[in-house]
């Protein structure tokens, strides 16, 4: 069964425009970990974004925020204010219990910002 | 601080081939990792090792062997080269707690003809 699923191949959206990327997981551990990575074309793995199981708060960090809803288990990550630059593909991955960190990622989405 | 470096960034091999992906970082990190990402796909992890002397299989291990003799250095090797492991292979790092995103290398990419 697939740990993560990201449904949207591809999204395309005006500049300056919110969006969000949509993120479901499937684990039966109470103690898990959520990450957002963005991989421009240039290739490399950029982080961007973590939540915890526990954390009872949605991460945020700068234009970026991560819509955690736990029973529904689901990690959308939500980029407010678009810009050019965060075309890229962005990859949701979970890490499952404590210990090593074993990354399990989602297939992407390639995100492009019309100007 | 270097942080993650891969060597090479790029390799053709013929089938049968031998080859070592190189990997190394500065950060102290216990937790080294190798993913490889084919086309169009997420990262799907090759091998992992928690520090020095311990290393275990990830998801896609087949064809592949590591070894930790430093906490530096994590080395990949391909044993006999097939056109089904051309891809782009990442390593990645971590501090061994739970919080803590990974830090990858810049990649390399590799075809096996």
């Known amino acids: 069964a697939q740990k993560i699923t990201q449904t949207q191949p591809g999204m395309f959206v005006q500049e300056k425009e919110a969006v969000t990327l949509d993120c479901t997981y499937d684990?039966?551990?109470?103690?898990?970990?959520l990450f957002w990575y963005k991989q421009p074309s240039s290739g490399e793995m950029i982080f961007l974004i973590y939540q915890g199981s526990y954390d009872e708060q949605n991460a945020t960090e700068g234009r970026y925020s991560l819509n955690f809803q736990k029973a529904r288990k689901s990690a959308n990550l939500v980029i407010s204010a678009s810009q050019l630059g965060d075309s890229a593909m962005y990859f949701c991955?979970?890490?499952?219990?404590?210990?090593?960190?074993?990354?399990?990622f989602g297939q992407g989405t390639r995100l492009t910002i019309n100007p | 601080n270097a942080g993650v470096t891969q060597t090479p960034k790029f390799q053709v091999l013929k089938t049968g081939q031998s080859m070592t992906l190189q990997c190394a970082q500065d950060m102290n990190h216990e937790y080294m990792s190798w993913y490889r990402q084919d086309p169009g796909m997420g990262l799907r992890l090759i091998h992992y090792?928690?520090?020095?002397?311990?290393?275990d299989q990830g998801e896609v291990p087949n064809g592949y062997n590591v070894s930790r003799s430093t906490t530096e250095d994590f080395p990949l090797r391909l044993l006999s080269a097939a056109p089904s492991q051309t891809s782009v292979y990442f390593c990645?790092?971590?501090?061994?707690?739970?919080?803590?995103?990974?830090?990858f290398g810049p990649g390399t990419r590799l075809t096996v003809t």
């Open positions: 990645a790092s971590s501090r061994l707690a739970t919080s803590y995103e990974q830090y």
């Open positions: 684990t039966s551990d109470q103690s898990y970990g």
């Open positions: 991955a979970m890490r499952e219990g404590a210990g090593a960190q074993k990354l399990v």
């Open positions: 090792s928690v520090g020095a002397g311990i290393t």
